[in-house]
Structures are given as structure tokens and as C-alpha cells.
């Protein structure tokens, strides 16, 4: 077999077989094939696409390429979720508490945040002295005895993916639906859990900035999954505005602490108990969305989700102390009101360009090696369809820099659109899959 070959034959559109596929990967995860050729077959891939076929063969040889990790050991149904990403999504710190207080073992591995959007671990490392950093068997046994386990990506998890997202983005191949969804799902198979909750995203924060797109990519992922034997579903949800009030690492922590008490914002709750009521009827702890949502209410309000949050994080090494007493996290020396220019409905929030702006206060990484601040961010005070009169304020901004500080603030008052009229709600949960 020869990887010119199998370059021309999808150059010329046809499609490739479960051995081409294997052929490429598993040769070019040992770098026996140059980056040159696959960059030719991703755009080749680019413009011919891939069926189903391929794209399920392209999901296994990547999941299989490192360690498939064997949850077995784990009493239950694993049940994970997986948002494609955005700005301001604190999801995971709200619910896997909450459904891990309702008996659902909680097994995860989370990434950490690069460019505008922020990773579960960054977020989660504000408790101070807290670690993701476990060996397996830590991992399972946390889950074993507490409920829950939370770790990084070990380096081993799906070496094909990270090799190929890493030559995507910088050719250009990273917005093909049947690439994201193998990759995407790739990391998922190899994670080990029987059930995924996917949370797709769209508008202008997400991947996806068409709702058909994030559809598409939803519909694709859970027949991977369904293809290798998981249980699956999917939500398409609202990423045209951040998501909740607060963008940044610790400020969103401090958002999900609020929602773990029943307080947090009304999107952000709204998502959190329709990917949570999933997860707990995929997990067989409830037989309807209906009655798992009713456990979360009660696990929230008999305050056992927010002693979950505590137990887990002092299990993984951090101040337990700060999820009762959030000034224990980090908080930046400064903050500034960003006032309304003029009045009227905010018709539109560039959602992006908010994690832009978090990430000029230093609370995001440009590269991989880049050190992040914890403490700055945005609560954003008024979202779309909201009414602002001039010079009240749209947010607060928290940050220890003068001068990114101001930059910041240029760039985020061009993010806002202020209309004479009131734009329309749109849905936050698109629908489901
Ligand atoms: N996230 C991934 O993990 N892979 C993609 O291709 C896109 C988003």
C-alpha cells in the first residue's frame, strides 16, 4: 500500500477503504509518513468528504492508535458528556457534582483552554492546590469511593488525533464536519464510558456557526458512537452569546458555586439540568427527563451538590474551603464598569470576541505553553434582548493590567450591537438528537 495512492484515490473522490485508513493512521502516528502527504489527504478530504463508512473507520483507528481506557472497574453505568465548546462554558463544573449526588459515577477526562475558549482543567485548578494530575487507578478509585473523578488527557489518549488536529489547524482542515466528528469522537471512545451526552454548539462563539451545521455534526457523532456499541445523545444548544453571565477562569467557577445553590444564571441552569436529566436516564438512574430532573432539583436544594463539589475537589488535593467561601479563590486586584454607549435593546454579542478579550486580560493561552491568569474576566450584566440606557453598565470587568485592560475594553464594546428595537428571543436548547 502506498499513500500516494491512497492521496489520488480521494483526490479523485473515491472512498477509501477501512485498510487505507488504518494504513495511514497507524503509519503516520509513527512517523513513518510525512506531514506533507497527510496535508494533502486532509484537503483532499476537505473537498471530497467522507461517508459514513470512512468516517466511522477513521474514529476507530484514531481511538484505537494509544490506550482505550477500561473503565470496568468502576461500579455502574459511565456515563460522560462532552460540549464542542464556547465562551463562558462552565457546564462540567455544575453538573457533574449534581448528577454524581444523584449516584451517577462520574469518570471524566477534560482538556484545558486554547485561543477564545476556555478547559475544565483551567477552570477547575482556581481551587488552590487542586490537581488533575492522577494515575489511573487514583482516578478509579476516587470514582469507586466519592462518586467522581475528574483527570487530564493523558498523553497517550488517541496520539493519532492530537497529531492530525495539530497539522489541520495550521493547513487549513480543521471546519470539515466528518474531521471534527472523528476527532471529537476518537478521544470519547477512547475515554471508556458506555454513555455520551454530547452538547453541540452553535452561533458565533461555537465551530458551528450554522444551526443545520451543528445539526449535521450532532446527528454524525452520535451514529459514531451508536456504530461502536454507546449509548448516545445530543443536545444542539445556543452559542451566539457567552454562555451564563461570567467569562474567565475563576469567575466561572464561582458561577457554577452559585448554580450548585440553585442561584446561577437562567440559561446556564436551564442547560445544566437538560444535559444532566440525559445523563441520568442514560446512566438508568431515572426513567424519564422528567423524574431525573426533579433528582437534580433536590440534590441542588438539599445543598448535596454543592458537598459533592467539596468532596471532590479536596479528594484531588485542593481547598475544599473555597467552594463555601468563594474569596478563597483567586480574584484580580482591579475592575472597571463598561458603560453603554447609548440606549436601546442589545440586539447582538460577537460571542467570540468576549473570549478574545478574557483571553488580552491574560486569562486565556495563545499557545499551549502559555501561563494563564485565573482571577480576570467579564460578568456580563446585560445579554441579547436586554434594555440599557446610556452610561449604564453592560459589565464588569476584572483584570490586573492597566493597559490590556483598556485594550480590552475597546474591543469589547465593539462586540455589543445596541438597537432602537428589540430583537427576538431565540431558543437556547435547539433540539435534540
Ligand atoms: N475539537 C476537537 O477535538 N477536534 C476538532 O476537530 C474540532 C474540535
Redesign the pocket.
Known amino acids: 500500500m502506498r499513500m500516494y495512492d491512497i492521496i489520488m484515490k480521494k483526490r479523485n473522490g473515491g472512498e477509501l477503504s477501512k485498510e487505507e485508513i488504518r494504513f495511514f493512521i497507524e503509519k503516520y502516528t509513527a512517523g513513518e509518513i510525512p506531514d506533507y502527504q497527510v496535508s494533502a489527504l486532509m484537503m483532499a478530504i476537505y473537498f471530497q468528504k467522507m461517508t459514513e463508512a470512512e468516517t466511522f473507520e477513521l474514529t476507530m483507528a484514531m481511538a484505537e492508535s494509544g490506550e482505550m481506557l477500561d473503565l470496568s472497574g468502576i461500579h455502574g453505568i459511565k456515563v460522560d458528556k462532552h460540549s464542542?465548546?464556547g465562551v463562558g462554558d462552565k457546564t462540567s463544573l455544575a453538573l457533574t457534582p449534581m448528577v454524581a449526588a444523584c449516584g451517577l459515577p462520574v469518570a471524566k477526562m477534560s482538556?484545558r483552554g486554547l485561543g477564545h475558549t476556555g478547559g475544565t482543567i483551567d477552570k477547575l485548578e482556581s481551587f488552590p492546590g487542586f490537581s488533575t494530575a492522577l494515575t489511573t487507578e487514583q482516578f478509579m478509585e476516587n470514582v469507586n469511593r466519592i462518586g467522581i473523578a475528574i483527570m487530564g488527557q493523558t498523553a497517550d489518549l488517541a496520539p493519532a488525533?492530537k497529531k492530525l488536529?495539530a497539522l489541520?489547524d495550521v493547513t487549513a482542515t480543521?471546519d470539515n464536519l466528518s474531521?471534527?466528528?472523528?476527532?471529537?469522537m476518537s478521544?470519547k471512545l477512547a475515554s471508556g464510558a458506555d454513555a455520551i451526552v454530547l452538547d453541540v454548539k452553535t452561533g458565533s462563539g461555537a465551530?458551528m456557526k450554522k444551526e443545520e451545521d451543528a445539526f449535521a455534526l450532532a446527528e454524525e457523532m452520535v451514529k459514531i458512537g451508536r456504530s461502536a456499541g454507546r449509548t448516545m445523545s445530543a443536545l444542539v444548544t445556543d452559542m451566539d452569546q457567552p454562555l451564563g453571565n461570567a467569562v474567565g477562569n475563576s469567575l466561572e467557577v464561582v458561577e457554577a458555586i452559585h448554580t450548585l445553590q440553585g442561584k446561577g444564571p437562567v440559561d446556564f441552569t436551564e442547560l445544566v439540568y437538560a444535559l444532566g436529566s440525559e445523563m441520568l436516564v442514560a446512566g438508568k438512574k431515572a426513567n424519564t427527563l422528567e423524574e431525573a430532573k426533579d433528582m437534580l432539583i433536590k440534590v441542588v436544594r438539599e445543598g448535596k451538590a454543592l458537598d459533592k463539589l467539596a468532596e471532590f475537589v479536596a479528594a484531588q488535593g485542593g481547598d475544599k474551603r473555597a467552594v463555601y467561601d468563594t474569596s478563597l479563590l483567586p480574584e484580580a486586584k482591579e475592575n472597571m464598569e463598561i458603560l453603554a454607549p447609548q440606549e436601546g435593546y442589545v440586539s447582538k454579542i460577537i460571542c467570540d470576541e468576549i473570549g478574545s478579550c478574557c483571553l488580552m486580560l491574560g486569562g486565556g493561552r495563545e499557545t499551549k505553553e502559555s501561563d494563564i491568569d485565573l482571577s480576570v474576566g467579564f460578568i456580563l450584566h446585560k445579554k441579547v434582548c436586554d434594555y440599557v440606557h446610556a452610561g449604564e453598565s453592560l459589565a464588569t470587568m476584572h483584570y490586573n493590567d492597566k493597559a490590556k485592560a483598556d485594550a480590552a475594553k475597546e474591543r469589547f464594546l465593539k462586540a455589543y450591537t445596541i438597537s432602537t428595537e428589540k430583537p427576538q428571543r431565540q431558543l437556547f436548547i435547539k433540539g435534540k438528537v
Do not use: E, H, N
Open positions: 464542542t465548546g482538556g488525533d488536529y489541520r480543521v474531521l471534527i466528528a472523528s476527532s471529537i478521544k465551530f
